[in-house]
T-cell receptor, first 110, second 112 residues
């Protein structure tokens, strides 16, 4: 079992739909990153959070430390949101290494 | 402000050729530096990390090596590329005392 599990692996939505991507982890963490990887390969960091909720435009990220779970929500989805979304956990302790989920491929259809 | 530069964005190399990917950080000193790889259909995996000049730790035995000749420069190399070296390579850094990472934009390497 992977230490960081994402679901779903693939997600197809119609433009305008509300989207949720989930991330569950089994390790102790200091923080969690949500990353976006576009078809060309470039990685963009969307959020880093260690508690609560963060919002940026149409994107919302939440984390529940007790339940070891984080979600990324996209409101009013658009075809340009099509990308791979990756959850990455910063392990607690002095090492603070990153453990990545396998990613969620999101396709938003017009 | 701190920035991270990684190049090239894409690279196509023949089998057996050498490789050099460079990552530089600006606006900070003494960062922890990291190289990750994403093979086709798999998640990102840590290859090397460095806590200082000349200090390299390897996580996965492979055909690659890393060097840190300057405080803010991290280089990923190979003497002879294999087909299995194809993938997406990502550089990242963080402050030693912090847990937030900053990511480069990545390099898509195709070995043919």
């Amino acid at each position: 079992k992977n230490e960081v599990e994402q679901s779903p692996q693939n997600l197809t939505a119609q433009e305008g739909e509300f989207i949720t991507i989930n991330c569950s982890y089994s390790v102790g963490i200091s923080a969690l990153h949500w990353l976006q990887q576009h078809p060309g390969g470039g990685i963009v960091s969307l959020f880093m959070l260690s508690s609560g909720k963060k919002k940026h435009g149409r994107l919302i990220a939440t984390i529940n430390i007790q339940e070891k779970h984080s979600s990324l929500h996209i409101t009013a989805s658009h075809p340009r949101d099509s990308a791979v979304y990756i959850c990455a956990c910063v392990t607690s302790g002095s090492a603070r290494q990153l453990t990545f989920g396998s990613g969620t491929q999101l396709t938003v259809l017009p | 402000s701190q920035t991270i530069h990684q190049w090239p964005a894409t690279l196509v190399q023949p089998v057996g050729s050498p490789l050099s990917l460079e990552c530089t950080v600006e606006g900070t000193s003494n960062p922890n530096l990291y190289w990750y790889r994403q093979a086709a259909g798999r998640g990102l995996q840590l290859l090397f990390y460095s806590v200082g000049i000349g200090q390299i730790s390897s996580e996965v035995p492979q055909n690659l090596s890393a060097s840190r000749p300057q405080d803010r420069q991290f280089i990923l190399s190979s003497k002879k590329l294999l087909l299995s070296d194809s993938g997406f390579y990502l550089c990242a850094w963080r402050y030693r005392a912090h847990y937030g990472y900053t990511f480069g934009s990545g390099t898509r390497l195709t070995v043919v």
